[in-house]
């Protein structure tokens, strides 16, 4: 029997099937699968017997055993989500024409919470389950005990939410700093969480965005975080310039990917004055690999990002964001995915790295690494800045922990080599 036997079985049924003569193909397919050697042919003959089969349990059946094979078979997975419900045949879109976004302004629907009792304004108080009155202090208890579920990813690329955006949304920019947050209801200004300053809203902007899947609610109130912001000053043992602003809260959009597949690579190492080759093929399985969708605070991203608990973030509430500033995402899921996939492959080359020594001409390849989920998190941050040795520097405490991070003070090469020569 010919080495590629099989394969040859396969691509005859693939010709077959488009077409359209899918009697023909099925029995090709068939055959193809019996004769099958390696995994990948096993894997595209139970995805196109799927694609010929009228029953829903054969079909379903065909494309789990693709699954297991492929985790990351894109068509599988999008057959499986239109068998499920998921996703809707017509509302898959041609990614060579993706729809533009909506731009002008218009007409939303916005919730306005105000309380039963008296009429007031309610917002979110940062104790982390209610909602509290203004004026007479009536709470209205929010559940925050389920968490969010996960977005199907291959669903939201064949539907276009990967690159459109979704729900009309008012927004306002900052003129100041640039900064763009969702306007809160019925507000006429609004202060900057960034650059302190007030704005008054001219115009109701409206964009379309993608809503938001979890909301990390607020539990540090503003006393807290300027207690722990002095706490922290003191142990650094820094000694402000001037007044500390007071500390303003808000969230900050974070997308989440949950990776599957494994990387091939394969490289060169010495041993014993010799070049040999090495290869092998890493696991790949990241949750919650976490994109920040904001540059305003990226530097202080990595160190801010593991205090959270994104795994158990509760559902989405805009109740939570009552009274508070909710900055846009500047980077869209799509984006954000790449930004994941890159996170992702360079943890891994580091550990191929340790694990061997000295190599070189390290080749790897990424097709068999898929995202199969996303979510869109809001955390929640209070922000401030200082002064110290005449430079200004931002300081951000967790508004779910306490914990404090700062911006590293930026020293000159003139100002270092002053130190060292001073020492």
Same mark, same amino acid.
């Given at each position: ?22 009697? #023909? ?5 068939? =055959? ?55 996703? *809707?045949? *017509? ?13 002008? @302004? ?21 104790? &982390? ?16 005990? @389920?968490? $969010? ?8 690329? $064949? ?37 302190? !300053? +007030?704005? +008054? ?22 006393? =807290? ?10 142990? *650094? ?28 690579? %394969?490289?060169?190492? +010495? =041993? ?9 093929? !890493?696991? /790949? ?21 593991? &205090?959270?608990?994104?795994? !158990?973030?509760? $559902? ?6 009552? &009274? ?13 995915? #790449? ?47 200082? !002064?110290?040795?005449? *430079?200004?520097?931002?300081? /951000?405490?967790?508004?779910?922990? &306490? $914990? ?7 020293? %000159? ?11």
């Amino acid at each position: 029997m010919p080495e590629d036997y099989d394969n040859d079985l396969l691509q005859e049924g693939i010709l077959h099937f488009r077409s359209k003569e899918y009697a #023909l193909a099925r029995r090709y397919f068939e =055959r193809a699968l019996d004769a099958a050697i390696d995994l990948q042919t096993r894997a595209q003959a139970n995805y196109y017997l799927s694609q010929v089969e009228d029953d829903p349990k054969q079909k379903r059946q065909f494309l789990e055993e693709t699954l297991a094979i492929d985790m990351g078979h894109a068509g599988a997975r999008r057959a499986l989500a239109i068998l499920d419900g998921k996703l *809707k045949p *017509k509302e898959i879109v041609n990614p060579e024409a993706i729809p533009a976004p909506l731009s002008g @302004t218009k007409e939303v629907q916005a919730d306005r919470f105000t309380c039963p009792k008296c009429g007031g304004r309610m917002v979110y108080s940062p104790d &982390g389950t209610a909602l509290v009155c203004e004026y007479c202090s009536r709470q209205q208890r929010l559940n925050t005990g @389920t968490p $969010a579920a996960e977005q199907d990813f291959f669903v939201a690329m $064949a539907n276009g939410k990967g690159f459109r955006k979704t729900i009309s949304v008012k927004t306002f920019q900052c003129q100041g700093c640039g900064a763009t947050f969702l306007l809160a209801p019925s507000e006429l200004s609004a202060t900057c969480a960034y650059c302190g !300053s +007030v704005q +008054v809203i001219a115009m109701d902007k409206v964009r379309e965005l993608v809503e938001p899947d979890a909301v990390i609610p607020m539990a540090v109130d503003r006393e =807290r975080a300027a207690l722990q912001l002095a706490g922290w000053v003191e142990e *650094k043992n820094i000694k402000p310039q001037g007044k500390v602003e007071a500390p303003r809260g808000l969230y900050l959009p974070v997308w989440t990917f949950e990776l599957i597949g494994s990387l091939p690579w %394969s490289g060169r190492v +010495v =041993r014993n004055k010799r070049e040999v080759p090495v290869s092998g093929e !890493s696991p /790949v399985s990241f949750n919650d690999i976490s994109i920040p969708g904001s540059r305003k605070l990226a530097n202080l991203f990595p160190q801010l990002l593991p &205090g959270y608990s994104l795994a !158990s973030a509760p $559902a989405y509430d805009p109740r939570f964001l009552a &009274g508070w500033p909710a900055e846009v995402y500047e980077m869209d899921m799509a984006d954000a995915a #790449l930004e994941a996939r890159r996170t992702s492959v360079e943890q891994i080359l580091r550990g191929i790295r340790a694990g061997n020594r000295n190599v070189i001409n390290l080749n790897y390849s990424t097709s068999a690494i898929s995202i199969t989920s996303y979510r869109l998190i809001l955390v929640p941050v209070w922000l401030t800045e200082y !002064s110290f040795e005449d *430079k200004p520097h931002r300081a /951000v405490i967790n508004g779910q922990t &306490g $914990a404090v991070h700062s911006e590293p003070p930026r020293y %000159s090469l003139k100002e270092v080599l002053e130190g060292l020569l001073g020492a």
